[in-house]
Structures are given as structure tokens and as C-alpha cells.
């Protein structure tokens, strides 16, 4: 059972335009939402995290927006850069470090045409 | 800087063969993750350990066992490779006091079993 649903499973942007990954999810304990961020050849690495009591969180041209409610986040690049190009996987934890408290979504590959 | 390395890059072994796949990291981290991911799958946990000569099983744990002698290494072990454990395999470390959502991943192994 996928706990985290992700959308969509590939996208295909222009350069300059605004990439948009969508995620929801059913387990009202989590209390994290992180999005990894993964080049070919390279393993996840971790972009920006949100909290649940937040509705935006920005770090440069990426923002993530979060509406509790819908149980839905959602990733927002703006600007959207050929070395964007990667595999984005949202996932959503527990708060507490260690046993299995990090659940992925099953990833979207992003192309950003020159 | 944070670094999680893995033994082989590629791997191509035989049906029936006993497989070890190593991960060591550099930052005294308690926690350790063996992941595969598959296309459209994303990102699946086989098992982890919290602590030397400790593990936990995640959500795919058949097929495969884990060894963890010393605080910085974690194996995988395939103890009789099939063709449908042809995947690439991510090794994770997180600490134990850190955030709970934020796992530093190495660059993956892919198996291919023939």
C-alpha cells in the first residue's frame, strides 16, 4: 500500500516554465514533508521540507505548498532550469528519526527542454 | 561533508548466486537504510538497523538479509539472487538525534541477475 501518492510520473517542461509535482497522502501522523531531489548516476538527496502547520515554504526557485485539509503538497519550480533535470520524490514522515518513519512517493522525472 | 559510499557501482550476477552488497558511511551516524528503487515504484525499504548488530525488517524484507558488525557498515545480502531482484539498491544513514526526515543516500548499486 503506497502511502504517499505521487503525480505525475513524468513531465516534460520548457526552459522558463514553472514545474509543478503533485503529492497526497492519507496518514494524518505525519508531521514532516520532505522532497528529495535525484541527478542520474547520484542517490537522493534531500531539497526542501515542509510542516504540516505551513501552507508555503520557499527556498529560491522551489516552493512547496501544502494544504492540510486536501492532505495534498505539492512542488512548484519556478523558472524551470535544464539542470533541473532530475527524479523528484516527495515523502512524508513521522518525526521521529530512526525506525521506518520516512515513506516515498513513487517519483517523477522531470525533463527541462532548452 | 557528509559521505555514504557503496561498494560496486554495477553488478551483474547469476541466478542462484549468493550476492553481498556494502555500504559504508563517514559520519558516525547510527541509523542505516538499505532502499531499491524501480521505475514506478519509487523508492521501497528493505530493511534498516538502528544500532550495531541491530535491524529491523521494512516493507520488503523477502529475499534478502542484513549484517551490521560495526557502526559505519551495513550489508546487503541476497542469499540466493533471482531475476526479479534486478534493481538498483540505495544505501541511507541518518543520525540518531537528527532530523527525522533527512536521509544522506549513496550513489546506488544496480544489480542485474541473469
Given amino acids: 500500500q503506497q502511502q504517499v501518492k505521487q503525480s505525475p510520473q513524468s513531465l516534460i517542461v520548457q526552459k522558463g516554465g514553472i514545474s509543478i509535482i503533485n503529492c497526497a497522502y492519507e496518514n494524518t501522523a505525519f508531521d514532516y514533508f520532505p522532497w528529495y531531489q535525484q541527478f542520474p548516476g547520484k542517490g537522493p538527496a534531500l531539497l526542501i521540507a515542509i510542516r504540516p502547520d505551513v501552507s508555503e515554504k520557499k527556498e529560491g526557485r522551489f516552493t512547496i505548498s501544502f494544504n492540510k485539509s486536501a492532505k495534498q503538497f505539492s512542488l512548484h519550480i519556478m523558472d524551470s532550469q535544464p539542470g533541473d533535470s532530475a527524479t523528484y520524490f516527495c515523502a512524508a514522515s513521522m518525526g521521529y528519526p530512526g525506525a521506518n518513519n520516512l515513506f516515498f512517493g513513487t517519483g517523477t522525472r522531470l525533463t527541462v527542454i532548452p | ?114
Fill in chain 2, 1 to 114: 561533508d557528509v559521505k555514504v559510499t557503496q561498494s560496486s557501482r554495477y553488478l551483474v550476477k547469476r541466478t542462484g548466486e549468493k550476492v553481498f552488497l556494502e555500504c559504508v558511511q563517514d559520519m558516525d551516524h547510527e541509523n542505516m537504510f538499505w532502499y531499491r528503487q524501480d521505475p514506478g515504484l519509487g523508492l521501497r525499504l528493505i530493511y534498516f538497523s538502528y544500532d550495531v548488530k541491530m535491524k529491523e525488517k521494512g516493507d520488503i524484507p523477502e529475499g534478502y538479509s542484513v549484517s551490521r558488525e560495526k557502526k559505519e557498515r551495513f550489508s546487503l545480502i541476497l542469499e540466493s539472487a533471482s531475476t526479479n531482484q534486478t534493481s538498483m539498491y540505495l544505501c541511507a544513514s541518518s543520525p540518531r538525534g537528527g532530523l527525522s526526515y533527512e536521509q544522506y543516500f549513496g550513489p546506488g548499486t544496480r544489480l542485474t541477475v541473469t
